[in-house]
């Protein structure tokens, strides 16, 4: 019997994704694969990221704006 690892599996889901032809078909993957609190929370983070690499805001008012606890917002 095989032995996988973590690291194996995630370069597996990151080779499953390439393969999808279209944001539709991403979108269907990622559904299957994450809870709709994990979608929420990767949609959240995405947010926070383009906040951080844009350097307009502070921690503070990112946190605000987003209403997430300013721990969040740490990268």
């Known amino acids: 019997m095989e032995s996988y690892s973590a690291e ?30 994990e979608q929420q929370a990767m949609a959240m983070r995405d947010l926070i990221i383009r906040e951080l690499l844009k350097g307009e805001k502070t921690q503070r008012e990112m946190a605000k704006a987003l209403h997430v606890s300013i721990a969040k917002t740490y990268a």
């Open 8 to 37: 194996a599996g995630w370069q597996e889901f990151l080779a499953l994704c390439l393969r999808a032809k279209s944001v539709k078909v991403l979108d269907k993957i990622f559904r299957l694969y994450l809870t709709q609190e």
